[in-house]
């Protein structure tokens, strides 16, 4: 300010101080100086612009928690009245400067322009807190924000498979991840939580009793998870788990809340990261089972002991298919065709009842027989899920065939399929059989019904001798079976008389002492008696006895309607000592399997090839190292030929099959972990195979004999089979009533009575007493008969009964009559007695003499015995040995004079010849004396002469020698 007075210049300075500028002091302003009362001086206007960073802050924290490598966002809220530009601003982190994103509005709103700036986090090198500084500079100056933020970094998660919030991935600092489990099927083993700090996890809240540990999934995973079966098929479930260090203690099979089987064996394979567990539940599918889910309960122990128990997934079991086929519509008990004529050829239809629900949805059907030729049924209505499709075959297609359904089903890629064999049968032709002579048979023309008959009937006093009887297809389809030609012979009531025939049955003749019975087609026999022989020394057939004294024929129960046929079969096998097996039900039915191969191999089991048998509850228990097995072999066809099964049941139980049982691992009594891949299975000699077979039966009928049949009248069910009705009980229905008992007290004469009035007292009643030796009654010993009925007694060849007596007397007799021994005089025939000069009348060769019997012997005319008699009766004594019992007859000798000179001359003649001979005999004896004499006077006289001479000298001896002479 100038001073006029003086025009100095004197300085005054006034200075405003604004502490804390705010947006609302950005005004004009000027200073009005006042001179005292001179008045005011307003000075120049001075305008003041405020601008400056209202705020800086992180608006997108991602959590809780800034972690590394995420982006941060600043908002910076700016207040000017320029407009800032991206090169005005720079950025510092810790001080070094670095270039963010910028997001600059066009335009101030409110004047203030809201800029972002974008950039990665990064952790410092120390700490968690990084400064972030903004500079603005403009025309107005420079404005400046910081602003702090801490950074963490983040954790990064391990993928553990069936934990889906451990599968890869980050997880923020201060994050926690707890209640951790695995998928279903899956047991969760290790922490169930984590914690994420600055990039390290850390787990806690183990399931095990041991640290905290990264978690890891040990699956209960049950397969298939889904499935279609076959109804009445075999299916098997398998519930294992992966490599773990905990111990099954055991697995329970589930459905619902039903435990279906507890398995506490289950079976612990090796493998190089440690151990796994496997448990197979196998059953036999029924369509009540369908759409129901299966699971699996694992108990098990961790590695410290601790008990735990998990759910595995579940399999959904699908059950559809083929519930059955049937062959109907043809009337008799077999399909028939007529080669020649095809008016008589039955029909038949083939009827398949397949399931068609909601689900599994039936979306194709196909059938063809083993030839591969595809057979067309047609769609029917379907009932409560089952549809019906129907075949009836043309006369050029009714054929002996397999047929096999397959059925496919929506969503499903395999296909499910039944088989049924059809048995087609050819009608025989009677006129085929062969002709004999003295036969006719029965029937001579026309059809024959598979395995009817025909029978070859021989004229009065003959028999058939072979194959009388032809039945039809027994050997070959369609031919009458007569595998020897019948020859008419003989006569079959020579000694035994004529068998009856059964009632629906008849009898053959194999010989003039030997026949058998049989019953017609769609009939049985009653009790054990097919054959019979006749014995020749009693006149009597093997069959008579004190039961059936006439030797009725056995009767023919008539078959009924088979329900079902089930053979029971028990077999014992062994393993090699240590080894066992059957633990689980994946190895029963691999030893099953096996066991059925072993018995196709031997060509065994055909019945179940052919679709005719099929096996069932089959079970194999162990004992150490023994096996027993027990299954059930089901007749499927043809039920009313029993023989379809037990042929095949006593074929399999003669059999012995020992085969290799493929396993991975043999479980020993012993830990091991020794692999093999076969264990040898042999059938144990020690225990016997044994079968049972049941046969069940349609309303009215029983069993009998694996047969159903109703008991014809004489005959009762008891026992479980038709049998004759004892003496005593009667029956006169045709059903499968036990016979009935004689009311008070009566009884019957014979079994098989088939009336009340059969009944009688017992004090009418006879018991045939014991035969005599040597003899036989007839009726035969034990026979009742009323009282005063006669008796037959027969004596054996070579014995007869006492001269006189007969041999029909009553039964009730104190006493029977005996069997003596007879006197034979088969020697003395017509030619032998003419010999001996004996009248051949009353004297028969053939007919022997009875004891006491006198037999009168005379000779022929002008003969006598000795003593001039005539005749002499001779007796036979049978009481006594065999040699008493011979019979001798003398000769006879001519009794006139002519024959008596004739010997008086032959006596005179013999005396003198005799006289003669004598004679002569002397006069040879006198001629050979003297010759004697001679002869030893001669030696005599020379031996004196010789003693003479030595006595006396030389001169001596000529007159001793002449005097010895002399006197000799």
């Keep these: 300010i100038s001073n006029k007075a003086t025009g100095a210049v004197v300085s005054s300075t006034s200075t405003y101080t604004k502490a804390s500028v705010d947006y609302a002091d950005a005004l004009t302003y000027a200073c009005k100086v006042t001179f005292g009362d001179k008045g005011s001086v307003m000075g120049d206007d001075a305008t003041v612009t405020v601008q400056g960073i209202n705020s800086l802050a992180q608006i997108n924290k991602q959590g809780d928690f800034t972690e590394t490598g995420e982006t941060v966002t600043l908002s910076m809220a700016v207040q000017t009245t320029i407009k800032p530009e991206t090169s005005q601003i720079t950025a510092n982190k810790d001080g070094t400067a670095f270039t963010p994103t910028y997001n600059i509005p066009a335009s101030a709103t409110n004047g203030i322009y809201t800029i972002t700036l974008s950039f990665a986090a990064a952790k410092p090198s120390s700490g968690n807190t990084v ?14 924000s910081s602003v702090s933020i801490d950074v963490y970094n983040k954790c990064t998660l391990p993928a553990i498979d069936h934990i889906s919030v451990l599968s890869g991935g980050t997880l923020d600092h201060n994050g926690v991840l707890s209640g951790m489990s695995c998928d279903a099927g899956y047991v969760l083993q290790g922490s169930q939580k984590v914690t994420c700090n600055d990039g390290t996890l850390t787990y806690s809240e183990s399931t095990t009793s041991t640290a905290s540990s990264t978690p890891k999934c040990i699956g209960f995973n049950i397969q298939p998870s889904t499935s279609l079966v076959q109804v009445g098929d075999y299916e098997k479930l398998t519930c294992e788990t992966a490599a773990s260090d905990f111990t099954v203690s055991s697995i329970e099979w589930k459905t619902g809340s039903t435990t279906l089987w507890t398995d506490t064996s289950a079976k612990l394979n ?42 595995s997934n579940s399999a959904k079991i699908n059950i559809a298919g083929i519930n059955e086929i049937t062959v109907t519509g043809y009337s008799g008990k077999y399909i028939e065709v007529d080669t020649t004529s095809a008016s008589n050829s039955e029909s038949y239809t083939v009827t398949a009842k397949v399931y068609n629900m909601s689900a599994p949805a039936l979306s194709n059907l196909t059938a063809k027989n083993e030839k591969g030729n595809v057979i067309v049924f047609t769609a ?27 059925a496919s089903y929506t969503g499903f890629n395999n296909k499910l399929s039944k088989s049924q064999k059809v048995h087609v049968y050819k009608f025989c032709k009677a006129d085929s059989l ?127 309607t088979t329900n079902s046929r089930v053979a029971t079969i028990t077999a014992g096998y062994e393993l090699p000592l240590g080894s066992t097996y059957c633990s689980t039900p994946a190895q029963v039915h691999h030893f099953e399997e096996t066991l059925v191969a072993a018995m196709v191999a031997k060509g065994d089991l ?97 069993s009998s004999s694996n047969v159903c049949v109703t008991c014809p009248p004489g005959t009762g069910f008891t026992n479980g089979a038709c049998a004759t009705c004892p003496r005593g009980q009667w029956n006169d229905a045709d059903d499968n009533t036990p016979c009935n008992t004689c009311t ?77 021994r007879t006197c034979d005089l088969s020697t003395y025939t017509p030619s032998k007695l003419e010999e001996l000069r004996v009248d051949s009348a009353g004297i028969n060769a053939n007919q022997p003499l009875r004891h006491l019997q006198a037999l009168k012997v005379n000779c022929i005319s002008n003969h006598n015995f000795e003593s001039s008699i005539n005749s002499k009766t001779l007796t036979c004594k049978g009481d006594g040995t065999l040699e008493d019992t011979k019979i001798t007859i003398p000769e006879c000798t001519k009794d006139d004079n002519t024959t008596l ?68």
């Design 380 to 406: 029917g209505s379907t009932v409560d899920g089952v549809q019906t499709y129907t075949y009836t075959p043309a006369e050029a297609k009714k054929i002996d065939e397999i047929i096999t359904i397959e």
């Design 131 to 144: 400064s972030i500084g903004v500079s603005i500079v403009n025309s107005h100056g420079t404005m400046t």
């Design 606 to 702: 055909t019945c179940r090839a052919n679709s005719t048998c099929s096996i069932d509850s089959f079970t194999c228990t162990a004992t150490s190292n023994k096996l027993k097995i027990t299954y059930k072999l089901k007749q499927e066809g043809n039920l009313d030929n029993p023989h379809v099964l037990t042929d095949q049941v006593d074929t399999i139980v003669k059999q012995t099959y020992d085969f290799n049982l493929d396993t991975t691992v043999a479980k020993r009594s012993v830990p091991s972990r020794s692999k093999r891949s076969t264990i040898s299975v042999k059938q144990d000699a020690t225990v016997k195979t044994t079968s049972t077979v049941v046969t069940s039966c349609g309303s009215g009928s029983q």
């Design 270 to 311: 090796s493998t190089e990261n440690g151990r796994m567990y496997k448990s197979v539940y196998g059953f036999e599918a029924q369509i009540s089972e369908n759409q129901k889910d299966y699971y699996c309960k694992v108990n098990y122990k961790d590695s410290g002991n601790k008990d735990h128990s998990s759910n």
């Design 744 to 820: 008070n007290s009566m009884t019957t004469l014979k079994s098989g009575s088939t009336s009340a009035n059969d009944c009688t007292r017992v004090q009418d009643v006879c018991t045939v007493k014991s035969a005599p030796a040597n003899g036989h009654l007839s009726p035969v010993p034990g026979s009742q008969v009323n009282n005063n009925v006669m008796v037959t007694l027969t004596c054996n060849t070579g014995y007869d009964l006492q001269y006189s007596i007969a041999s029909s007397f009553a039964c009730n007799d104190a006493a029977y009559p005996t069997c003596f």
């Design 901 to 968: 000179i004739v010997i008086i001359v032959l006596v005179v003649l013999l005396g003198v010849a005799v006289l003669l001979l004598f004679l002569f005999i002397f006069i040879q004896w006198r001629k050979k004396r003297n010759d004697s004499y001679k002869r030893r006077s001669k030696t005599t006289t020379l031996e004196l002469r010789k003693k003479d001479d030595e006595q006396a000298g030389p001169s001596g001896n000529t007159y001793q020698n002449n005097a010895r002479e002399d006197n000799v």
């Design 434 to 560: 062969p002709n004999v002579a003295d036969g006719t048979w029965n029937p001579a023309t026309g059809n024959i019904n598979h395995f009817g008959h025909a029978t070859l009937s021989c004229k009065d006093g003959s028999f058939a001798v072979g194959s009388s009887t032809a039945i039809c297809g027994q050997a070959t389809r369609g031919i009458l079976n007569v595998p020897t030609t019948p020859v008419c012979q003989g006569s079959a009531t020579a000694k035994c008389g004529t068998l009856t025939s059964p009632n629906n049955g008849y009898v053959i003749y194999e010989n003039t002492n030997s026949a058998k019975y049989y019953c017609n087609d769609g009939y049985v026999m009653v009790g054990n008696l097919t054959s019979t022989t006749c014995n020749t020394a009693s006149g009597s057939w093997s069959h008579v006895s004190a039961e059936n004294p006439d030797g009725d024929a056995p009767a023919c129960s008539k078959k009924a």
